[in-house]
């Protein structure tokens, strides 16, 4: 079976730091493109950080940048959202998605993935919630 599994959310404190793994089984994650999406009760789902394997450079949204890192550990098949420096507002849960597509642009993927997602394989997602 197909699937990729979020794990490392949690509760941490204002100016914390947090690191949430995906990891698949059933493909390589290396030959997808890599997207962290998350998700409050009411919004919508957003990107925070992506990198697509076309473009291979990261992007993040403007709101984590310089906060939040992805890195990818190809021996254990999964890839990671490193997070410090974790504020109330980045409280959401967390999804990994991993796309086939071909996406030129880091960015795009971030932006449009939620919308535009059948290629795609979304993790369940785990809770970050940053509180004191």
């Known amino acids: 079976q197909l699937q990729v599994v979020e794990s490392g959310g949690g509760l941490v404190q204002p100016g914390g730091s947090l690191r949430v793994s995906c990891t698949a089984s059933?493909?390589?994650?290396?030959?997808?493109?890599i997207g962290w999406f998350r998700q409050v009760p009411g919004k919508q789902r957003v990107g925070v950080g992506c990198?697509?394997?076309?473009?291979?450079?990261?992007y993040f949204a403007d709101s984590v940048k310089g906060r939040f890192t992805l890195s990818r550990d190809n021996a254990k098949n999964a890839v990671y959202l490193e997070m410090d420096d974790l504020k109330p507002e980045d409280t959401a849960v967390y999804y990994c998605a991993a796309d086939a597509a071909t996406w030129y642009r880091s960015k795009a993927m971030c932006v449009m993935l939620p919308a535009a997602s059948e290629s795609a394989y979304w993790g369940q997602g785990t809770q970050v919630t940053v509180s004191s």
């Open positions: 059933g493909f390589t994650l290396d030959d997808y493109s």
């Open positions: 990198i697509s394997i076309t473009d291979g450079s990261a």
